[in-house]
């Protein structure tokens, strides 16, 4: 076991709201504390009360603001600095690990205060596609930040293309992490497994790019040949006008709007799926939910997206259709449906992938990233003490 670290997990997002680098960082400190690592998580937040983290640091209120075709809740006050100052100070962090270091001020003002010689500054790229900043001169207000950095993640080859063209340099690959075990154990929903009925799932927030409607163009195709069919459809939001068209135009039936579900019914609502459906459209940098429901056991149909396309291999773990392609989402959820067997062995396939994903691996990844990081920057400042004397 590595020597105690005292680490900052810091957010520019508000730490209330559920999302993927919400979660991303829960997790992560959970293993580390677990290994006997002290943790604070760093984030804005609507209230201190709302985040059940006795080690959280709230800093600040955020701001909700279009972000890749969704929401993001950051921060742009401009008077925490000080107190920034305050709690580095105070804390004196072996690591500060800042997650999407350029969205908001929070990330900028921790790297342009942390002492290199005693805090080792990590940054995790999670986003593909997410700002078009960078795209407008942005890239060069951030460059400065970005060398104060000593070590750089990217969560996935997608966001690693897509950080890197605009931020040259080293980086790490380490993927977003799971519980594969919550999902594995769970128990599935026995009156919809009951029923003699077929569930198809869906979940994540109702937002265009996450492609329902053409999820709903593809079940509508499918009722005709599988009248026991149900699509079970779980998230946040309300469905947009298309999908509302759809259901209403074709008389569908057997459609089930969850809305929003406890993390403990997310982990049944996998198992209970008989074919998982992720029809996203783009500007996915990661397919956490593909990992989610492999490690449930459900076979999966996603679009040939990039982020999805590196974490599943068509027909090995699943199917991968073209976006925005209910004809070929539906002919896919088709071959699955006549085949059990299929379902069994891509189930299978799945169930060894999503091994490498557990989270103490990934952990113990980005642990030892960290010295791997300080090291490397311990030797160049020896090398550039040695030319300067020289």
């Given at each position: 076991m590595k020597a105690h670290r005292k680490i900052a997990l810091v957010s520019p997002y508000d730490h209330a709201f559920h999302g993927g680098v919400a979660d991303h960082i829960n997790s992560l400190a959970g293993q580390f504390r677990e290994w006997g690592h002290t943790v604070k998580i760093v984030a804005p937040c609507k209230s201190a009360e709302a985040v059940e983290d006795d080690d959280f640091i709230p800093m600040g209120r955020a701001v909700p603001i279009p972000?890749?075709?969704?929401?993001?809740?950051?921060?742009?006050s401009v008077w925490l600095k000080p107190r920034i100052k305050q709690m580095l100070e105070r804390e004196s962090f072996d690591v500060v690990h800042i997650h999407e270091p350029f969205a908001g001020l929070i990330s900028k003002d921790m790297l342009s205060l942390i002492n290199p010689a005693e805090s080792t500054a990590i940054g995790t790229f999670h986003t593909y596609e997410g700002t078009r900043l960078y795209k407008i001169g942005a890239k060069h207000l951030a460059m400065p930040y970005f060398r104060m950095l000593q070590g750089r993640i990217a969560v996935s080859r997608p966001a690693y293309e897509f950080i890197s063209r605009h931020f040259p340099g080293d980086y790490d690959i380490i993927p977003?992490?799971?519980?594969?075990?919550?999902?594995?154990?769970?128990?599935?929903?026995?009156?919809?497994?009951?029923?003699?009925?077929?569930?198809?799932?869906?979940?994540?927030?109702l937002e265009k790019r996450k492609g329902l409607k053409y999820l709903l163009g593809a079940f509508s195709k499918l009722k005709w040949d599988w009248p026991n069919l149900r699509l079970l459809v779980a998230g946040s939001g309300?469905?947009?006008?298309?999908?509302?068209?759809?259901?209403?135009?074709?008389?569908?039936?057997?459609v089930v709007f969850l809305g929003r579900v406890s993390d403990e019914d997310k982990f049944r609502y996998y198992k209970t799926a008989d074919i998982y459906c992720a029809p996203a459209t783009g500007k996915e940098s990661f397919g956490i939910v593909l990992l989610e429901a492999m490690a449930a056991g459900a076979p999966i149909v996603a679009s040939a997206i990039e982020g999805y396309s590196s974490v599943i291999t068509h027909g090995r773990e699943g199917f991968l259709t073209p976006p925005k392609d209910e004809d070929a989402l539906a002919d896919a959820i088709a071959t699955l449906l006549m085949d059990p067997q299929l379902r069994r062995r891509l189930s299978a396939a799945g169930t060894m992938n999503v091994q490498d994903y557990r989270w103490e691996r990934v952990a113990r990844r980005v642990?030892?990233?960290?010295?791997?990081?300080r090291e490397a920057w311990l030797e160049s400042v020896s090398h550039r003490a040695v030319g300067m004397r020289g």
């Open positions: 972000s890749g075709g969704s929401i993001a809740r950051v921060s742009f977003n992490g799971i519980q594969v075990d919550d999902f594995a154990n769970a128990e599935p929903f026995k009156h919809l497994k009951s029923d003699g009925m077929v569930n198809l799932l869906f979940l994540g927030r309300k469905p947009d006008a298309d999908s509302l068209r759809i259901i209403s135009e074709r008389n569908l039936q057997d642990m030892d990233y960290y010295d791997a990081s």
